[in-house]
């Protein structure tokens, strides 16, 4: 199921989820991941958080996290525990996030993904996702959505 971020309930579970599957990909400092940590609950209060649960009052098992700017969706994190990888969980949480932004005009998305993690830049590639450029200073590819138009 497929619910909104409770932050007493969900974060610590986010948060571990950042810690194993995200930060391991991150070609930044450890100073600078701590620093990051400790801004974690406020960027998530800043944009729009969603979890895969196996029920309703369960932990997650997955998260999505972004923001909308005007027409663009800017997918921030993602993540799938590897217990539950290849169960489309990510597959979905991407569609409710396309869907959600396309029902508030957004008409592109975009992300980011770490040069070291290939397995990512896969997923959103299958997803119709194309890579816009590679940007050196934060060793991350960016990739672009074209969003259906909704009227």
Known sequence: MIRYRRPRQDD???????????????HLP???ITAIFKDIPKRLARGITLVASPYYEADPVAFIHFMIHGELLYIDMMAV?????????????MSQAESYAGARGCRRAKVMVDQG?????????KLGYKTIRYIDQSECYELEKQLPVRV
């Not at 610590?12 to 991150?26: A, G, Q, T």
């Not at 993690?117 to 590639?125: D, G, I, L, M, V």
């Open 12 to 26: 610590p579970v986010i948060i571990d989820l950042i810690e194993k599957e995200l930060v391991p990909y991150s």
């Open 30 to 32: 450890p100073e600078e």
């Open 81 to 93: 525990a590897p217990a539950h990888r290849r169960q489309q969980l990510g597959k979905t949480l």
């Open 117 to 125: 993690n290939p397995r990512a830049h896969t997923f959103y590639r």
